[in-house]
């Protein structure tokens, strides 16, 4: 059984979205028991509407919340009684082994270095969404966690990164790039000069060298390495487009009589198409190198992103991600 701490007040559809995917994904993988966290009277009202197996489905009262108004450290810090720290605390104190939240980031990042921890070896924990390919999916590492890395970071994102797609999204000796301005080894900015010639060296990993970043779409890495402030713009500029794209096809389709009844002909085709652009049946990002582990969902998420976060915690505990990233970085550090 996988136990998951999931903050049921965090979020910009929370609590009834949050509960609702808490509940779909009990039903949907009997390997999972949820632990919701936050005003017990408002969770109870919310869960009577629902059928589930009820020993699977707990729930422990926080009072507090923590918006995405206030200052992260000083939230966490602060507010011992929000859904965010206490449903952390239950992962610090191994009662849960994973938490999830589409609450305030700060707070999510601040929380999961104060009260969950670094694993032994890790400098700096990234944040690491899965992005839709024409291929599949690539990990983006990182995208929002730290803003000003070095390249020891970087190397060490890459390495982290690997172990995730190898053993939770099951493929072999995965390709790591780094985000660049072009394929040239000499190109760059100061950081990606330096961070180049030491992932070039690094044995461990599978390094392909740089990546444009209109490359990411088609799917040439698996991994694809870079510092937060460029990977936060890479993955809002990656979600706006999808958006975008798939509003102006509908909006195309719509248009006229005849488009109309040729959407029809096609619409059951484009639909499946389309949903490989939906970065929510992913799930959340994981943040990698804690003690446990830590899924930031979307502040918008609705029951399906929800759900598919949780269930993403089974395969993370299953192929026991942390102690292989925590011997990737000890091979790494040696």
Known sequence: MVKVAVDAMGGDNAPAEVIKGSVRAVNEDNRIHVVLVGKEAVIQEQLQQYTYDKERITVVHAEEEITNEEAPVMAVRRKKDS????????????????????????????????????????????????????????????????????????????????????????????????????????????LVKETFPLLKNCNEINFIGSIEAREIPAGYADVVVCEAFVGNVILKLYEGMAKTLIGKIKEGMMSTFRSKLGALLVKPALKETLKDLDSSQFGGAPMLGLKGLVVKSHGNSKSDEIKNSILQCISFKEQNINERIKDSISVNEA
């Open 83 to 190: 859904s965010i720290v206490k449903a952390m605390t239950l992962v610090k104190n191994n009662e849960a082994d994973a938490f999830v939240s589409a609450g305030s980031t700060g707070a999510v990042l601040v929380g999961a270095q104060l009260i969950v921890g670094r694993l032994p070896g890790v400098e700096r924990p990234p944040l690491a969404p899965l992005l839709p390919t024409a291929k599949g999916v690539t990990l983006l590492i990182d995208c929002g966690a730290n803003v000003d890395a070095r390249s020891s970071h970087l190397v060490q994102f890459a390495k982290m990164g690997s172990v995730y797609m190898e053993h939770v999204i099951g493929i072999k000796n995965p390709r790591v790039a780094i985000v660049n301005i072009g394929a040239e080894e000499e190109k760059g900015n100061a």
